[in-house]
């Protein structure tokens, strides 16, 4: 069975950060594909210029990072919505897995969900923390919860400054 996951990189990180920690990416990818045999993972992350290691460290580690243009707004930020990306490469790879996994709390993947559901095809939704959309609560059986896992994904503070050690 082929299981591809789908991430919304800000949901994801913004929902674990408003938690009090930081997620691990390298774990991150090493649990879908050990708990999920998850062969594929695609990141959507908003293009920043500037970030080029960032993205080339999340390939690195598994991901297949997909990149959308943001857009500085006239308050400074910054706006890169994945949404419609994230479903639109969900249906252009529909007929290479089995089973799809929606990373993200947002209410704006309803549709998407619902499709997968009625299709078989959705094996899980992984929301950052409680505060997952209210619309997804007829799916509440496929939801995982991300900050459950803080233990195991979790980035640890490793002691090192930064500065190179004489």
């Known amino acids: 069975m082929k299981t591809y996951a789908f991430i919304d990189s800000q949901n994801l990180n913004l929902g674990v950060r408003s938690q009090g920690w930081k997620l691990d990416w390298r774990k991150f990818r090493q649990y879908l594909r050990n708990k999920y ?3 594929n993972s695609f990141l959507f992350v908003g293009y920043k210029p500037g970030n ?3 993205y080339t460290s999340l390939q690195q ?3 297949i990072v997909i990149l959308k243009p943001t857009m500085e707004l006239p308050d400074k930020s910054v706006k890169g919505n994945v949404d419609a990306e994230l ?3 969900t249906m252009i790879q529909y007929p290479n897995y ?3 996994m929606i990373v993200s709390g947002d209410g704006d993947f309803f549709c998407l969900i619902e499709y997968l559901v009625q299709k078989k095809k959705l094996l899980h939704l992984l929301t950052p923390n409680k505060n997952y959309s209210k ?3 007829p799916y509440s059986g496929f939801i995982i919860r991300v900050d459950q896992l803080k233990g195991s994904l979790e980035q640890k ?3 090192i400054s930064g500065r190179s050690k004489p």
């Open 37 to 39: 045999n998850v062969t």
């Open 52 to 54: 080029e290691a960032l």
């Open 61 to 63: 580690k598994g991901f």
């Open 87 to 89: 479903v639109l490469h």
């Open 98 to 100: 089995d089973k799809a």
């Open 135 to 137: 619309l997804f609560k």
């Open 157 to 159: 503070k490793t002691g």
